[in-house]
């Protein structure tokens, strides 16, 4: 029997490679402008499933191309970049990779509120250019995280396992803003549940782990900076388009808040202009929420699971558009 093809446009391991191939006609792809790589579109043709991260948009164009498509089994717990309702109308099943890269997540989320309350990366850039000379003081001093105020906004599993890092490990008061209320996590670490504008206002470290919807698109702007303490430390571990990145500049120039951990951008990689990584009062990093070789490996065997289950008519383990599967 003819094997389906499947398009590898991800990091899968060797075994994860050889695994699919068992069961699948593999072509894999490894440019960093596969919308427009015509040997893709070629191959999209007879595809029946994709297997992929977050860097390539799935475009309706893209679609067209691939009448056969299945399946897509996305690297990533994000989707953003995937069209969801056509997706569904097509009866494309779309799958991620949720839970594997919480906790992992979470300590990137942690680290971007330790790195910037401590000022980590200034200040350890002020020694790699010699300026260390005598004592530190006051101009060097950070400020505390244990005892702080940590408002998330969004409280999912990553939301959640951040907050349980303050509460659990720092001491912090939980604050929450979510659609929905999260009693269990109420009980657990004494969160408090907040319209937006008020766990603004109260936070010392403001951290947004909300997915990017047409909703949440550009949630942080000027005026939400606004209702900021000068002294609050933003963290967005999100999407960059959550957050009005202008508004994000012209607040960390204006001492409207002190400082910024970013792990994501409006526009990723960040374009070589950006203000953004050489400002003192901001930690920027390349987008590693979940960058680590254990937890992507894991990624990557969700996604080889999840293409498999669906190219082969049983249900995946992470499905995001269930009326697709229902459907089918
Ligand atoms: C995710 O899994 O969504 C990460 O942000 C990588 O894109």
Known sequence: ???????????????????????????????????????????????????????????SELLNMAPKLEAIASISVGVDNYPIDELTRRGILLCNTPDVLTETTADTGFLLIMATARRAVELAEFIKRGDWKTSIN??????????????????????AAIARRGALGFGMKILYSNASPKPELETELGAERRELDALLAEADFVCVTVPLTE????????????????????????????????????????????????????????????????????????????????????????????????????RPINLVNEDAWRNT
């Open 138 to 159: 006051e101009a060097q001093f950070g400020s505390d995280v244990h005892g702080k105020t940590l408002g998330m906004v969004g409280f999912g599993r990553i939301g």
């Open 1 to 59: 029997m003819n094997k389906k093809p499947v398009l590898v446009y991800g990091r899968l391991t060797d075994d994860q490679l050889a695994a699919l191939s068992r069961d699948f006609e593999l072509t894999r792809f490894s440019g960093t402008d596969l919308a427009n790589d015509p040997a893709f579109h070629e191959a999209l043709k007879d595809a029946h499933g994709l297997v992929g991260g977050a860097s390539l948009s799935v475009t």
């Open 215 to 314: 909703d949440t698109e550009k949630l942080i702007g000027a005026r939400e900076f606004s209702l900021m303490k000068p002294s609050a430390i933003f963290v967005n571990i999100a999407r960059g388009k959550v957050v009005d990145e202008p508004a994000l500049i012209a607040a960390l120039k204006n001492g409207e808040i002190r400082a910024a951990g970013l792990d994501v951008f409006e526009q990723e990689p960040l374009p070589k202009d950006s203000p953004l990584p050489h400002m003192n009062n901001v930690v920027a990093l390349p987008h590693i929420g979940s960058a680590t070789t254990e937890t992507r490996n894991a990624m990557a065997q969700r996604a080889v699971d999840n293409i498999t289950l669906a190219l082969k008519g049983q």
